[in-house]
């Protein structure tokens, strides 16, 4: 499987207060299986991760908004964390970015654990949806017309939905089986 993965690309929109397992493992999962992945963010330079309840990693940011092209990718990851999902919401070249995976027929696989939903609630791509998320943006799912249940993971079309760190394992997983269709 591993092979017929080399000429896959993934990015992973992020900023400060990603949840730094949420970004971490996803990524290791995908390097491990022969992918290439774009860490994309609002500015150039190093962005750092929240890991339970202080700051924690940096990592750096390969491209820009500005720069990335979503055409480029094979598939999208939003890692969740409370500040990460919050700030890009409010970033209109964030959320077009995200709509893009959405606006062809190619049905690119756009994975977002924890409150990664968010961003698909501002993207207006939730509706009649089935997903979960970190339990306490339910009612946000919800109200934005979702089907939210409580699963590890939730498969629905191209988008791939899991509540937390502890689901991690599972998300990756599907993530990269995702890519292998």
């Given at each position: ?6 000429n ?26 022969n992918v ?8 150039k330079?190093s ?11 940096s990592?750096?940011v ?94 629905d ?7 937390n ?8 997983e ?8």
């Amino acid at each position: 499987m591993t092979q017929s993965l080399e000429n896959k690309r993934v990015a992973i929109l992020a900023t400060n207060g990603f949840e730094q397992s949420e970004l971490f493992h996803p990524l290791n999962a995908l390097k491990d299986a022969n992918v290439k992945v774009d860490i994309i963010s609002l500015e150039k330079g190093s962005i750092k991760g929240w890991d339970e309840d202080n700051w924690g990693e940096s990592i750096e940011v390969d491209l820009t908004l500005q720069e990335a092209k979503s055409e480029e990718y094979d598939a999208l990851v939003l890692p969740g964390g409370l500040f990460n999902p919050d700030t890009l919401r409010t970033s209109d070249a964030a959320i077009a970015f995200i709509k893009d995976f959405f606006a062809d027929e190619k049905q690119r696989p756009v994975a977002a654990v924890c409150h990664g939903p968010w961003l698909l609630i501002e993207a207006g791509i939730v509706k009649g949806r089935n997903l979960t998320s970190y339990p306490s943006i339910q009612t946000d799912l919800r109200n934005a017309g979702a089907n939210w249940q409580d699963v590890q993971v939730l498969i629905d079309g191209q988008l791939i939905t899991s509540r937390n760190p502890d689901d991690l394992p599972a998300f990756s997983e599907q993530i990269i089986k995702a890519l292998s269709q």
